[in-house]
């Protein structure tokens, strides 16, 4: 190889999914992909075993190069990344982390949860069952095949962990996302550079379309101002069994031991002293006395399904942390846990 004097800059590489789910479970997606509107993008976790210990009957004291062992055979990779939270993309990652299909363009976790059955090689097309991630990187075409040797597709891929987030500090409040999605089926390292059939949106969500006369009660406490908040779910995905001799999974196994929401936020802290109405300031309460606390989040001043762009919902949480956060004016960062109940949902969002 001659040297190569050719730089390239981290925004030349490019990341897309699939805008629905694979026709077939485990078969890699390459029609209606969407971009990603990414903003950093780590290598994937390959997870390979690897065995390189030193092994009986070896000539010295040193690991002999024959006795190394590398296999992707029944490995798990991770990727993750992050970027704009638009209006295009959020529905696809949150369908598919929740692993259910929205309604009314509200995705829901429900008191009674249970995820689908996924196995290799059954039919779907469903978002949320399994998708495909493709990375291309820049880079001179293979002549022979007219590959790019260096892009990357993941198949079967499921959303373990979701972040979104919002900060009026931060790009005047627009949403943005962190997600890492699993797999267990063989990547695959020399593919075409895939071009997206949908380029990334140009439609954003952001903290600013939250105002007026909607409801904003973070933990109980009513008519909060709102600094900045991450909601979080994490689905995990176990790919178990040995569907063939690649070692591609039989099926996928999600929401072991449990899907869970929960919410991080920043507020201003409030003293109003309105009769049977919680506070901020009484965040440290709630959390020492156990009480069920709901967070309402959106623009409508009654109904998450009637509220327009983002919002979210879940009725009964658990206080985990409170803090002192000390800015321009005091601050109180609190945690909450979403459950389920006898009934309703653990949390709605409305995208």
């Keep these: 190889m001659a040297l190569d004097g050719t730089a390239y800059s981290p925004k030349q590489f490019k990341l897309a999914i699939g805008s629905t789910g694979e026709a077939i479970t485990g078969t890699a997606k390459t029609d209606a992909l969407i971009a990603v509107n990414i903003d950093s993008l780590e290598m994937p976790n390959f997870n390979l075993t690897q065995f390189m210990e030193v092994r009986s009957g070896t000539v ?8 190394v062992f590398v296999s992707e055979l029944g490995t798990t990779k991770e990727i993750t990344f992050s970027g704009v939270f ?21 995705t829901s976790i429900p008191y009674n949860y249970t995820p689908p059955a996924l196995a290799t090689g059954t039919g779907s097309q469903e978002i949320q069952h ?48 962190t997600a890492t999605a699993r797999t267990g089926y063989i990547a695959t390292f020399s593919t075409a550079a895939i071009t997206p ?12 379309t939250l105002a007026g006369s909607g409801l904003k009660t973070i933990a109980g406490a009513t008519d909060c101002v709102v600094q900045s908040f991450s909601l979080n779910i994490e689905n995990p995905s176990e790919y178990v069994g040995q569907n063939d001799a690649n070692g591609n999974p039989e099926s996928i196994v999600r929401a072991v031991p449990e899907i869970s929401a929960t919410l991080d936020a920043t507020v201003k802290y409030d003293n109003n002293n309105v009769a049977d109405a919680q506070t901020t300031a009484e965040y440290q309460t709630a959390m020492k006395s156990g009480t069920t606390v709901a967070t309402k989040f959106h623009n409508h001043a009654s109904a998450l399904a009637n509220a327009t762009g983002f919002g979210f919902e879940a009725l009964f949480g658990k206080i985990t942390n409170v803090a002192f956060n000390e800015a321009n004016a005091m601050m109180m960062d609190v945690s909450v846990k979403f459950f389920g109940s006898s009934s309703g949902n653990v949390l709605q969002v409305k995208t």
Excluded: K, W
């Excluded at 022979?144 to 373990?160: E, R, Y």
């Design 60 to 67: 010295g004291r040193v690991a002999d190069v024959d006795d």
């Design 86 to 106: 638009d209006t295009a993309v959020a529905p696809v990652l949150l369908q598919n982390c929740v692993a259910a299909a929205e309604s009314s363009n509200v």
């Design 130 to 177: 399994t998708t495909t991630i493709h990375i291309t990187a820049p880079g001179t075409v293979d002549a022979s095949d007219g590959a790019d040797v260096h892009s990357m597709t993941f198949p079967g891929c499921t959303i373990t962990s979701l972040s979104i987030t919002g900060d009026m500090g931060n790009e005047s409040g627009r949403l943005r996302f």
């Design 197 to 208: 059939a949908n380029a990334y949106g140009t439609s954003y969500y952001s903290l600013a």
